[in-house]
């Protein structure tokens, strides 16, 4: 006597409609898990990595660095290209690189 084999089952149409629909959201978060990806990818560093410290070393300072992007005043925090969070203008880490 033979059997069926499991491939033939019948599904049924509740069953479908479940599959299906964690099948669209599954697609629907690919997007998103990508993009944090990417970002976590080319994202910043932490400070400590960096060796970010909120005073200058010598006369190297993050207002006169390339990667430094200004706050609202001279002397307010500002943020970096390449360091993660608020950077003091004061402040300094390993990637400095001097304006031209």
């Keep these: 006597m033979k059997t069926k084999p499991a491939l033939d089952a019948k599904i049924s149409r509740r069953s479908l409609l479940v599959k299906v629909a964690a099948l669209v959201a599954s697609v629907a978060a690919i997007p998103a898990l990508v993009k944090s990806g990417y970002a976590q990818a080319a994202g910043k560093a932490p400070k400590a990595t960096m060796q970010y410290q909120d ?46």
């Design 55 to 100: 005073k200058p070393k010598g006369d190297q300072q993050c207002s006169t660095c390339i990667q430094f992007i200004p706050g609202a005043t001279p002397t307010a925090n500002g943020t970096c290209k390449v360091v993660e969070g608020a950077i003091s203008p004061k402040g300094w880490c390993v990637a400095y690189v001097a304006k031209k």
